[in-house]
């Protein structure tokens, strides 16, 4: 059988998608297609990825997209987004555990719901929990290596291996999930009773100043840039002149200057050059190197 079949047997054809527009599986709206797409639950990912290592098939997976440059070429082989399906978030006592595709802002809702403090600097970030213990997210001065205490992973030899917050090696906006080719498939975080009233009160005002500050009414994704040791990456962009800076139909925003804007058909290759040209100007005026928070894939 061919691997279109074969792979119709675990996730049934219906729910296979043929040369899939990634814009709109992207928070940029921005990327080509994607030969394959699924969406596939999380018990179905270690036979996918096992059925693709055979035919020699590549495999890309995303979360909510809402970390992502997709190039205009889009993306070769099998794209799986586990934000659609492999969702499921359960509480018991202190600890949550989630699937790797729950996003984090419904991860943090039902934390908030059972009265668990420890989760509220997520419920505004637009990503899932798999791409948040990937780059180890944060906000408010929490991250996700605060309330982490294990992950299931899929190894790249097929085994499933449940690995400790320290063996995940967190770090500023890392861990080595990428470098060790590992999966996320789900998670248990460990978080602290609280009060409810409290939890809503700091997600709320979380969420106001999100509004007040991120350009959140244009397609982006998200903070462009990581922040460089002693510095703001916005801040930088600002002083350097860079305001409203535009290349295409990317711009950097007027609102926040750490991110980078779709102000309208804006293409991967508009982004990029916008990223080069910041990284640029900063480093000629303060030299200091800015590096792109966002990941890169597909054919650019």
Known sequence: MSFYDELAQIVSAQNIALNEPMKRHTTFRIGGNADMFVCPKTSQIPDIIALAGRHNVPVTIIGNGSN???????????????SKSADRIEVSGNC???????????????AAKSSLTGLEFAAGIPGTLGGAIVMNAGAYGGEMKDVITTARVLAPDGEVLTLTADALEFSYRHSCILEK?????????????????????????????RIEKQP??????????????????GKLIQD?????????GAQVSGKHCGFVINKGNATAQDVLALIEDVKQKVYE??????????KMMGEF
């Open 216 to 233: 959140l009414e244009y397609p982006s994704a998200g903070s462009t840039f990581k922040r460089p040791e002693g510095y703001f990456a």
């Open 285 to 294: 005026k303060f030299q200091v190197e800015l590096e792109p928070e966002v």
């Open 181 to 209: 080719g590992y999966i996320v498939l789900d998670a248990v975080l460990e978080l602290k009773k609280g009060e409810a009233d409290q939890i809503r009160e700091t997600m709320e005002d979380y969420r106001k100043r």
């Open 240 to 248: 350097a002149g860079l305001r409203g800076y535009t290349v295409g």
């Open 96 to 110: 949550l555990m989630a699937d790797a595709g729950a996003l984090l802002s419904k991860t943090a809702a039902e």
């Open 68 to 82: 992502l440059l997709v190039g205009d070429k889009g993306i070769r082989g099998l794209v799986l987004a586990i």
